[in-house]
């Protein structure tokens, strides 16, 4: 079987109309879903839980609750910190120990709020939504095969890698640019036809995308051509890469 990392540059080119016809027809899989991507504003706490086909309104609402627990806790680490930075650093640690528990690919954030399972993107979703209600400036990073968060507090910027639970603060700027080339330069390390150098500042609805991008990733290296189209459509449409793009035209072959 084909799998997507392995010749995801290799077909750019090929049925460009009907990929561009077939991005019209978009099946939603829920009301929900339906209702997050139909709002002229775009919610990414809803659309990271779009795809859960057994999301409903009141499944949505518990979730919440669930998500609200955890800012309060961060409010209330907030007040016995002695520092803004100091603060970062114990609730990067509490966030992890509590609400990260194991690691899974190609999970949702769905799977990270009710089961604690998560990966790179929900676990970086996850610590971005708060430092939005903290009202803390941050900016998420995205590579080719990872992603970061960075939050600046105090006029110093930190780093926080949600993969890892040991050593995934990082505040030493020397610290922070190393393992930064280190994600870029991981580009084509273990497929040489993705070696892009990627390296974008993206929002939480990119990020909701590149969580469908995941989703089709999966579908397509499990062979299930339609579901890998529709969820490369509703990816194309929160963040329209050249990568998803590419990955679009890749996906459209394939079903044909």
């Not at 690919?105 to 998560?118: A, P, Q, S």
Request: charged fraction near 25%; charge should be negative; proline fraction near 3%.
């Amino acid at each position: 079987m084909r799998t997507l990392s392995t010749i995801l540059l290799l077909i750019f080119t090929v049925l460009q109309p009907a990929l561009a016809q077939d991005k019209i027809r978009i099946n939603f899989h829920s009301d929900f879903e339906q209702a997050a991507f139909s709002k002229p504003d775009l919610d990414p706490f809803e659309l990271l839980l779009s795809p859960d086909p057994e999301m409903t309104l009141n499944k949505y609402t518990r979730i919440q609750d669930q998500f609200s627990e955890i800012m309060s806790k961060a409010f209330d680490l907030k007040e016995k910190s002695k520092s803004e930075v100091q603060f970062l650093e114990r609730l990067f640690y509490t966030i992890h120990r509590k609400n990260l528990s194991w690691y899974e690919n190609y999970v949702t954030f769905g799977d990270l709020i009710e089961h604690k399972k998560y990966d790179c993107l929900t676990g970086t979703a996850l610590l971005a939504l708060v430092m939005n209600e903290l009202d803390i400036k941050h900016q998420i990073l995205e590579f080719d095969f990872h992603i970061f968060l960075m939050a600046e507090v105090a006029h110093q910027m930190v780093l926080m890698e949600a993969t890892d639970p040991m050593n995934g603060f990082v505040s030493e700027a020397d610290q922070i640019h190393a393992r930064i080339e280190e994600a870029y330069n991981s580009a084509g390390v273990s497929d040489e036809f993705n070696k892009t150098g990627i390296m974008n500042k993206i929002d939480l609805v990119d990020l909701a995308g590149l969580q469908y991008y995941n989703l089709a990733v999966d579908q397509f290296n499990r062979g299930n051509y339609s579901h890998a189209r529709e969820f490369i459509k509703k990816a194309d449409i929160l963040y329209p890469s050249e990568r998803i793009k590419n990955t679009a035209s890749l996906i459209a072959t394939s079903s044909l």
